[in-house]
Nanobody, 120 residues
């Protein structure tokens, strides 16, 4: 069974930085796409960033481009989200997600989420 476990959330002041981690287990992730989503209170879940497990090509939402960096350590089966220049609008529960292929329609594996709160 694929399992994704997020960590690294917390409280930070605006302008600060935080690094989230997603520990992935249960199978070989070759060909998978890993991603971060977030959901703020009263808002829809939104895409943040994604990375191909093999090759490492990335894609970012416009709202975080230039501030956030997604990366992965294949040897450690871990995906990271480095968040810089954080803004109060970044406050949300952040979820790690995975799908089997770049052509897969949905992300079918999800972590429990980690809370990120940015104070003004």
């Amino acid at each position: 069974q694929v399992q994704l476990v997020e960590s690294g959330g917390g409280l930070v002041q605006a302008g600060g930085s935080l690094r989230l981690s997603c520990a992935a287990s249960g199978r070989t992730f070759s060909g998978y796409v890993m991603a971060w989503f977030r959901q703020a209170p009263g808002k829809e879940r939104e895409f943040v960033a994604s990375i191909r497990w093999s090759g490492g090509r990335t894609f970012y939402a416009d709202s975080v481009k230039g501030r956030f960096t997604i990366s992965r350590d294949n040897a450690k089966n871990t995906v990271y989200l480095q968040m810089n220049s954080l803004e109060p609008e970044d406050t949300a529960v952040y979820y790690c997600a995975a799908k089997p292929s770049i052509v897969s329609v949905t992300y079918n594996y999800w972590g429990q989420g980690t809370q990120v709160t940015v104070s003004s």
